[in-house]
């Protein structure tokens, strides 16, 4: 796209390099991955123990989703409350207990935020998540009528003219609008966060890269790490370990960012309490304006790549890159001359029912959280708090919520993951199609639910 092809993010808050691990050592409490599930694992247990921690990182805290994500830190979680309630041991209750928790989290974020000093932009304006045709509209409604049912309010149910007083897109039918969410620069938050570990004594070694995790250590390129307790927190990269290659795959999400725009640009969008934007087509898209008045934009639609492969040449596709461009366009033709000066992409973990987990072996003292579907900047907060109640043995509520040791199961060998996955992304893009010549919600879109979940 003649632009830089790295993280917005990541360019404005560079990452501090860390010394890596210096050959064998030993600790309590080791978490692979320094994302943002094992900086606030290490975060909330140093603030509750005098345990020993270490967080080893393959590049540098922040390097993966935590740093390229579009920063939504929303109540979203990838399963639905139907779906929570249905799982061993759930219950509608403990269904909605889950969904308060995630709420709670938005704000616990913001909340640390400001103790620690981390200046991530924090603005909490909600989502509104616009229906642009018949069959959107009629999702929208559906989505209302399906909280109103579970007893929530949460859920607004917006006509043309309240929606397009909050982001003028073309189009525009109606909106579901939600206040859960805070945009948030995620690159300043996570760095904000290991330096706040650092504080609470957390030792942090990058350039270490996790070669197994096995019971009572982490056989690492430099060395063997010993601990009691090892948490996994390797999300997307999770298949790269042996025995995890099905336990989730990385499918790639892409972004792009605008220059910052005037201030008459932003009057004809919106967005004036800095809302996070989608809209109910079936191919996921998602936006924000930043705190320095860029439109960030991004969505789903590269493909899955042949045994769960993740390369930084991956990061790149310009067929979507374009596709992104256009969407934009699409949706504000204010932005048709508007400079596009940052484009990258990075990988997710999606767990094969497509809802996220976090757990405690106690007979192994192996741990993990993960599979958060792209909803993990604010669902990474709360499998930190989890993960150090389970640890420390404390009987709260956290550790009573649906998601605590659920095991997903694994995704298909190859190459029908391969077949089955990119076809699924096919059909996504089909029904979107379709829905735009019928007027009418896709058959195609039906079909694909049933079988992918």
């Known amino acids: 796209m003649g632009c830089p092809l790295t993280s917005l993010w990541l360019e404005q808050a560079p990452a501090v390099r860390r010394p890596p691990l210096a050959g064998d050592s030993s600790c309590d409490i080791a978490i692979v991955g320094a994302g943002f599930t094992g900086l606030w694992t290490a975060y909330y247990l140093a603030g509750s123990t005098d345990a020993r921690i270490t967080v080893i990182d393959a590049e540098h805290a922040g390097f993966g989703a935590s740093g390229r994500n579009g920063g939504w830190c929303s109540a979203l979680f990838p399963a639905s409350l139907t779906s929570l309630s249905r799982l061993p041991g759930s219950s509608r209750e403990s269904a909605l207990a889950q969904h308060a928790a995630m709420v709670d989290t938005v704000g616990e974020v913001g909340r640390v935020a400001v103790a620690e000093g981390i200046d991530c932009g924090y603005a909490r304006g909600g989502t509104i998540t616009m229906a642009r045709s018949p069959a959107q509209w009629q999702r929208a409604r559906a989505e209302h009528a ?28 109606g909106a579901t609008y939600t206040p859960d969410c805070a945009a948030v620069h995620p690159a300043r938050l996570v760095h904000g966060l290991a330096e706040a570990c650092e504080r609470r004594g957390v030792t942090l070694a990058d350039g270490t890269r996790a070669l197994a995790i096995e019971p009572g250590r982490v056989r690492t390129d430099r060395g063997t790490l010993t601990a009691g307790t090892i948490v996994r927190a ?129 007979t192994t003292g192996l741990a993990w959280a993960g599979g958060y579907v792209g909803d993990g900047v604010s669902t990474t907060n709360l499998a930190g708090r989890t993960l150090r109640d389970l640890i420390l043995g404390t009987d709260s509520d956290l550790v009573r919520l649906p998601w605590v040791d659920h095991r997903s199961p694994r995704w298909e060998p190859e190459p029908l993951r391969w077949l089955g996955i990119n076809a699924g992304l096919r059909a996504t893009m089909l029904a979107d199609l379709e829905e735009r010549a019928t007027r009418r919600p896709s058959r195609i879109a039906r079909l694909t639910g049933r079988l992918l979940g």
């Open 146 to 173: 399906a909280a109103t049912s579970w007893g929530r309010t949460d859920v607004h149910l917006l006509d043309r003219a309240d929606a397009t007083g909050i982001l003028a897109a073309t189009r525009t039918v």
């Open 234 to 362: 390797t999300e997307g990269y999770t298949a790269a370990l042996p025995g995890q290659r099905r336990v989730v795959v990385p499918v790639y999400s892409l972004v792009i960012a605008t220059e910052p725009l005037p201030a008459d640009v932003w009057d004809q969008i919106g967005l004036r309490r800095r809302e996070t934007f989608s809209d109910h087509r079936h191919l996921v898209i998602y936006g924000q304006r930043t705190a320095d008045d860029r439109l960030v934009f991004g969505g789903r639609g590269a493909p899955y790549h042949f045994g769960s492969r993740i390369r930084s040449a991956h990061d790149r596709n310009e067929r979507v890159f374009g596709r992104l461009r256009e969407t934009l366009v699409e949706l504000f033709p204010v932005l048709a001359d508007v400079t596009v000066t940052h484009a990258w992409g990075g990988a997710l973990g999606i767990p094969r029912d497509w809802c996220a987990s976090v757990g405690l072996d106690r």
